[in-house]
């Protein structure tokens, strides 16, 4: 029964993603969720306080969910080339783009735009996930700068939050020209360009 | 009367603008609007057929206003240095995010991430707007790149839509941290250091 539990706390929140994603928080009913697997609309209150607090939680489950894929790719790193590892992060993101029927974006991003005003919880929640993401940028873009990959005029945590910002906008750009050049772009851009010594 | 229905209708875009920002676009209702301006529901349709053409005509209105400010400042230029003034455009917009009680970021930039998927017609809108925008940046980059002001080794219609990206990006860090700081730092950095020859 726990596992039962977890498994449908777990689709809830996953059907819940990629809802938000396409269609907003406030586009998506919790009826929409739970019809889409077919559990009562009263067990999403067994597994969430309230549509927010929901929220927060596909943020953590998201960020958890990105976490786990740059573990692999770090395990996988050759050569201690941390450059090539992160730019390997950024092509696997675009590939996942590529490969998405519809282009959702990024989950944080997204839901930033809306709700960062509305939610205090999901605004703080945001912000935590985020600030992971650039200490995690950061610490292999400090180890590129010591191996001279990376260009040592601007601090790496300062690097890894434009990387962020010049991401996220070109995902906008790509949900607005319903195409993956935008995302290409900005990475061929940061990586062959501006991030160079 | 003409100029009262005038006088309504961009009554009507201007408070749908400001609460599709705060609250998003499914996060806002017709009702919301018309009562911020004590207007009957009813009159609401004599000026939208519908709450997504609405949402297009504020797209377009928003850019509009952009679209003013920025020729004001362009007919205010002086020493024909058009770094300076793009610069002072963004520190423009700094300022206004900074003088607003909420941190609402950039109308296109928030309804890219929620609606550009489910409404054809306001995603076909924003790319009209940001079209615009970018080649209008690109503009003003292409002669600073002609007095070596610019880095040249890159087009300027590119480092132009990566000006928005990493401007859009860094608008919803903003309303991530709560803080200008993130905007700040953005356009500090694309011009103390990216965009530098």
Not at 58 to 67: G, L, N, Q, W
Not at 81 to 95: A, G, K, S, Y
Request: charged share 25%; net charge negative; aromatic share 8%.
């Amino acid at each position: 029964m726990v596992r039962e539990n977890t498994h449908i706390k777990e689709k809830l929140l996953e059907v819940g993603a990629s809802l938000f994603c396409e269609h907003g928080y406030h586009g998506t009913g919790i009826q929409e969720i739970v019809d889409a697997l077919s559990v009562p609309k009263g067990s999403f209150y067994n597994y969430f306080k309230s549509k927010e607090d929901f929220a927060a939680e596909i943020v953590r489950h998201y960020a958890d969910h990105v976490s786990e894929i740059w573990n692999v790719l770090v395990a996988k790193e050759s050569d201690d080339d941390p450059l090539t590892m992160l730019r390997n992060v950024f092509e696997l993101m675009i590939r996942s783009q590529e490969a998405s029927p519809v282009k959702t974006g990024c989950l944080i991003g997204n839901l930033a735009g809306e709700l960062a005003e509305s939610s205090e919880l999901c605004r703080g929640t945001l912000q935590s996930v985020t600030t992971d993401w650039c200490a995690r940028v950061a610490c292999h873009l400090e180890r590129a700068q010591v191996q001279g990959t990376v260009r040592r005029d601007v601090e790496a945590d300062e690097l890894a939050r434009f990387c962020w910002d010049a991401w996220e906008g070109s995902l906008l750009r790509m949900k607005i020209e319903n195409s993956t050049e935008p995302i290409r772009h900005c990475v061929s851009l940061l990586f062959d360009v501006f991030l160079k010594p």
